[in-house]
């Protein structure tokens, strides 16, 4: 993905279909988790493979990665407040667990992980399998397909975050009319 903006709309979603399960700032956070490793390598080791610096962008290294980085928000409590505060100020209040913040780090990071590997050639997915099958499978095998494939990634990321946007306004919408209704 050329920015991680573009993960913001379908972990934006997700995040907040699952959010009594998950902790959507740890969720979304994940994502900007992953793509430090294009930013170091960027100032790393240029010319290594873009994807491949530290291996976050494959399911077994990133996902640990976000497990470890949900427990980290956990037990950092100044964190942990922050990311209940942030909840609360977008109108969808909840208390974070250290489940639904390791959760909502390993998924996170494993959904950065999956749209990258259907936009990019070089992320291994299944490191330490080198090959990146998913992007193999969704482009046939064939180079040529990748700039198709590549703008319908885009479409659908930007789709999401209208699906975002508009999941946040029924949920604010259902959370004030239940207030109202338990205020009467």
């Known amino acids: 993905m050329p920015f991680t903006p573009y993960h913001f709309g379908p972990s934006g979603f997700v995040g907040l279909l699952f959010r009594r399960w998950i902790d959507v700032p740890v969720f979304v956070a994940a994502n900007v988790l992953i793509d430090l490793e ?4 960027s100032r790393l080791a240029p010319g290594w493979p873009v994807h491949q610096l530290w291996h976050f962008h494959t399911l ?13 928000i956990y037990y950092i409590k100044p ?3 922050g990311s209940e505060k942030s909840m609360a100020l977008i109108g969808l209040p909840g208390r974070a667990t250290l489940l639904s913040m390791v ?3 390993l998924l996170g990071a494993w959904l950065h992980v999956l749209i990258d590997s259907v936009y990019h050639y070089d992320v291994q997915i299944f490191w330490p399998h080198q090959d990146n099958t998913v992007f193999r499978w969704i482009n ?3 180079m040529r ?3 198709s494939t590549q703008q319908w990634v885009l479409f659908y990321c930007r789709l999401f975050w ?4 508009g999941l946040y306004g029924v949920l604010v919408v259902l959370r004030f009319k239940m207030k109202k209704a338990l205020d009467a």
């Not at 077994?60 to 980290?72: H, K, Q, R």
């Not at 209208?162 to 946007?165: F, S």
């Open 103 to 105: 959760l909502a780090g």
């Open 140 to 142: 046939a095998g064939k």
């Open 79 to 81: 964190l942990r407040w």
């Open 60 to 72: 077994l290294i990133g996902g640990l990665a976000g497990a470890v980085f949900g427990a980290l």
């Open 162 to 165: 209208g699906l975002m946007v």
């Open 38 to 41: 294009v930013l170091a390598d």
């Open 145 to 147: 397909n990748i700039n």
